[in-house]
């Protein structure tokens, strides 16, 4: 079966769960990335800092 293909029978409560379950794993993920390469993750921070300082509206 091809990837692309979503099941028929998956309803929005599945969705929403597996979304869910998708992104507390990818914040763990971040988190452990962060304790391994601090000094990348502090750049990173500074950088997200300042392009929100810099968002217009």
Do not use: G, I, Y
């Amino acid at each position: 079966m091809p990837e692309s293909e979503e099941e028929p029978t998956e309803s929005p409560a599945d969705r929403r769960r597996r979304r869910a379950r998708f992104l507390r794993e990818l914040a763990e993920a971040r988190e452990l990335r962060d304790r391994v390469q601090p000094r990348r993750a502090k750049a990173a921070r500074l950088r997200h800092a300042m392009r929100m300082r810099t968002f217009r509206w």
